[in-house]
């Protein structure tokens, strides 16, 4: 490698800013799985700015919301890489499809978990 490749240049960050968008920007665009997520993003922070909930409780609301946007993410770069890969149908490459949703499914999982434990108690309270 030469030293081009590996100094710091502000303009290749932004390069990379920019993919990584157009990534998002992808995601969004064909799953439709990540506008259930994107729902569900709203929908919390709403919830969570009508309950006034505590700085660590957003904390821990981010990252579960963070977690499941990550999980869907890399399920998408996945899928399209088996995709490239084995255009024909192929049982493995089902099953490795499969769990890759599954991570998905588990992450949000946990997160409705968050969700019930952060946001149960103000809502009894509401009702009461």
């Known amino acids: ?3 081009t490749t590996l ?3 502000f303009n290749g960050r932004i390069r990379s800013l ?3 968008v ?5 995601m969004l665009a064909t799953q439709h799985n990540a506008w259930i997520h994107a729902v569900a993003t709203a929908v919390v922070v709403c919830l969570g700015f009508m309950a006034g909930i505590s700085p660590i409780q957003w904390c821990i609301l981010v990252l579960a919301i963070a977690a499941v946007w990550v999980a869907e993410a890399l399920n998408t770069a996945f899928e399209l890489l088996c995709d490239v890969a084995s255009p024909e149908f192929h049982p493995v490459v089902k099953k490795a499809k499969d769990v890759a949703a599954g991570a998905v499914l588990l992450s949000a999982i946990g997160s409705i978990v968050i969700g019930l434990i952060i946001f149960v108690p103000p809502i009894e309270a509401w009702l009461s």
């Not at 157009?22 to 992808?26: A, N, P, Q, S, T």
């Open 1 to 3: 490698m030469n030293d």
């Open 18 to 20: 920019r993919y990584a």
């Open 22 to 26: 157009v990534g998002i920007g992808e």
């Open 7 to 9: 100094s710091f240049s």
